[in-house]
């Protein structure tokens, strides 16, 4: 008897012209969304099919936790930011994905989400290369 054959990862095309990638965690790739609007990060887990946070099982649960903490708090102390928004939709992506998002108030979308919230501003070329190898160093 053959063994199933294993699923690959593949990132969800949205999120791969949405973002782009700073970093390979344990588990998730660290992705820096592209909206100048925000400091804004996401944590795509590389488990194949995942949709749901009860798709991963506890010790990728745990290890996602632990990544969303280091996120969180190297964001929490980006320039301006007051509050963090962190949630996993999943409504228009269905790919497991987890918005670490640095807000203030008054920003583009204060007081509500940012999710639908206008038109992104794209990060000119020099300065999101500048943002990924800082978020690069960051992480470590």
């Known amino acids: 008897m053959s063994a199933a054959p294993r699923q690959e990862f593949v990132l969800d095309p949205r999120l791969e012209a949405d973002s782009v990638l700073v970093a390979d965690g344990p588990l ?20 194949p099919g995942a949709m749901e ?7 990728q649960q745990r290890l996602l936790l632990a990544e969303i ?3 969180a708090k190297l964001l929490r102390d980006e320039p301006g930011v ?4 962190i949630g996993a939709l999943g409504n228009v992506v ?27 501003r794209k990060w000119d070329v020099d300065a999101l290369l500048a943002r990924v190898a800082a978020w690069r160093a960051r992480l470590g």
């Not at 998730?28 to 488990?47: C, G, H």
């Not at 946070?53 to 010790?59: A, E, F, K, P």
């Open 94 to 120: 269905r790919q497991l994905h987890v918005h670490v998002v640095g807000r203030h108030e008054g920003d583009a979308a204060w007081p509500g989400p940012v999710w639908g919230s206008g038109a992104a």
């Open 28 to 47: 998730s790739q660290v992705r820096l969304m592209d909206d100048a609007r925000f400091p804004w990060l996401l944590l795509v887990p590389r488990v």
């Open 69 to 71: 903490n280091q996120v």
């Open 53 to 59: 946070w009860i798709d991963l099982d506890g010790n």
């Open 82 to 85: 007051q509050k963090l928004n």
